[in-house]
């Protein structure tokens, strides 16, 4: 009948303004959710930026650090050559060990 009809009818309204609401709302949420997922990634690009630059100034101090040391080397190699040349001039003997490694008494002059 007519009435049955508009019932349904009514009834299939109903269904769909309720299926809107729903879809409306998943759609608000998932734009929400999307919307914090870019503020993250903009976040963790800031933090990878800084991290970044923080490692470049690590690197540079590291650098820099080693560069001394190698100097401090140099320094120290370098007078600890020139105190066993002295050391060889008045006839100092070292002890070296061998291949075998057997210690063998070496005097060595430097003219």
């Given at each position: ?29 998932e ?16 933090k ?64």
């Open positions: 009948s007519a009435l049955d009809t508009e019932r349904q009818l009514a009834g299939s309204r109903n269904t769909l303004a309720l299926t809107e609401q729903v879809l409306t709302r998943r759609i608000e949420e734009e929400k959710h999307s919307a914090s997922l870019a503020q993250q990634i903009a976040d963790q690009k800031v990878q930026s800084a991290y970044a630059a923080r490692m470049a100034e690590v690197t540079v101090a590291q650098k820099d650090s080693i560069a001394r040391l190698a100097a401090t080397v140099a320094a120290v190699t370098e007078e600890a050559d020139s105190a066993r040349d002295a050391m060889l001039r008045g006839g100092a003997e070292f002890h070296k060990k061998g291949r075998k490694g057997k210690v063998q008494k070496r005097a060595v002059r430097i003219s």
